[in-house]
Nanobody, 120 residues
C-alpha cells in the first residue's frame, strides 16, 4: 500500500513537498514514481527513481522537481520548486518491481491522489 500526502495550494513560483510512504512491498527493490492527472487527460509521468537511486524526469519538470527515496523509511519524496500554473493536478505515487518505466500501465501499485493547485 502507498500513502501520499503533502498537497495543497501554492502560488506560482512557490514550492511544495510530496511524500509517499509504502508498506507491504520490498521497497528497496522497487521503482518508485510520481504521476499527475488533470480532468479529461491521461495520467502523466512526472518522475521515477529506480532502486539504485537513479532518477528520470519528464521534460516539463526537469530542473524544477527532485525525486528522492529513503529506503530505511519506505519513503519517496518529490520536492517541487518554481511551480507553475500548469503543474496543477492530482499527483499520485506509484511503485513497481520492474526497473524503470514512465507509463502508468507499467506500475502495479498506486497511492491515493493528492491535489496540488498552483494559483495566485
Amino acid at each position: 500500500q502507498l500513502q501520499a500526502y503533502g498537497g495543497g495550494l501554492v502560488q506560482p513560483g512557490g514550492s511544495l513537498t510530496l511524500t509517499c510512504k509504502a508498506s507491504g512491498i520490498r521497497f528497496s527493490k522497487y521503482t518508485l514514481a510520481w504521476f499527475r492527472q488533470v480532468p479529461g487527460k491521461e495520467r502523466e509521468f512526472v518522475a521515477h527513481i529506480i532502486y539504485t537511486g537513479h532518477p528520470l524526469y519528464a521534460d516539463s519538470v526537469k530542473g524544477r522537481f527532485t525525486i528522492s527515496r529513503t529506503d530505511a523509511a519506505n519513503m519517496v519524496v518529490l520536492q517541487m520548486n518554481a511551480l507553475k500554473d500548469e503543474d496543477t493536478a492530482v499527483y499520485y505515487c506509484a511503485a513497481d518491481a520492474r526497473i524503470g518505466g514512465n507509463l502508468a500501465s507499467q506500475f502495479e501499485s498506486w497511492g491515493q491522489g493528492t491535489q496540488i493547485t498552483v494559483s495566485s
